[in-house]
């Protein structure tokens, strides 16, 4: 788990050259990058650190917005922040993995003008409150609340992070062509392990307890 900042993937692709600008000028042009990390402060977008290898400059706090994967995009396919990254970090706790099962899978991702939009699967950023001795101001581990940021690359040249119930994933060897349409509800409620159980082991010292003792 990391604080503020996490390693990710070097991901290849450009900047929109108006983010180097302040959004000024350089509209329309593009400038080489490689990702570097990515900086996650609570009740804000999450913010992508990049090498500009022309430059040997290092450019921080962009939004995932800035970023294209192929310089010959559709400008009215051009989708803004908001629909991209719908819900700001929870959490100034992250962690950055990439979801074997899911590695380059195809996926659909179902944006906010409720329409479904084609790419493929990257990697995950996720989030918690990890420091026991500060006061947790977020809610990343409430259950319905808590969401994950999967970091999509779309086929219109942009990249998305989106939380699970936003995308649908492909497996040729496991989905099949007529998938069903997920009518599940959120899940609300926490599960534990050791509330409210009718044992204990607590005045146990066998390696392997009998389990003799009992709470009621």
């Not at 990710?8 to 042009?29: F, N, R, S, T, V």
């Not at 490689?34 to 999450?46: D, F, N, P, R, T």
């Not at 010959?72 to 700001?88: A, C, G, H, R, S």
């Not at 599960?191 to 390696?207: Q, Y």
Request: proline share 5%; hydrophobic share 35%.
């Amino acid at each position: 788990m990391s604080y503020l900042v996490a390693n990710i993937p070097p991901i290849q692709c450009y900047i929109k050259k108006e983010y180097l600008y302040d959004l000024q000028k350089g509209h329309g042009e593009f400038e080489p990058c490689y990702w570097v990390s990515v900086k996650s402060i609570k009740g804000k977008a999450l913010y992508i650190e990049s090498l500009l290898t022309n430059y040997g400059a290092l450019y921080d706090k962009l939004p995932i917005s800035a970023y294209v994967w192929k310089t010959d995009i559709n400008q009215n396919e051009q989708l803004p922040l908001d629909f991209l990254e719908i819900w700001d970090a929870f959490s100034y706790n992250i962690s950055v993995i990439e979801k074997k099962t899911l590695s380059k899978l195809d996926v659909m991702v179902y944006m906010k003008d409720r329409k479904y939009y084609k790419g493929e699967y990257m990697f995950t950023i996720d989030s918690c409150s990890s420091e026991p001795n500060e006061l947790n101001i977020s809610l990343s581990e409430t259950p319905n609340e808590h969401k994950s940021f999967n970091i999509i690359k779309l086929d219109n040249g942009q990249f998305a992070a989106q939380p699970n119930n936003r995308i649908l994933f492909y497996d040729q060897s496991l989905t099949p062509l007529g998938i069903n349409k997920p009518d599940f509800k959120v899940s609300t409620k926490e599960f534990l392990c050791e509330k409210g159980t009718k044992w204990s082991v607590g005045d146990e010292d066998d390696f392997f307890y009998e389990f003799t003792s009992s709470v009621t």
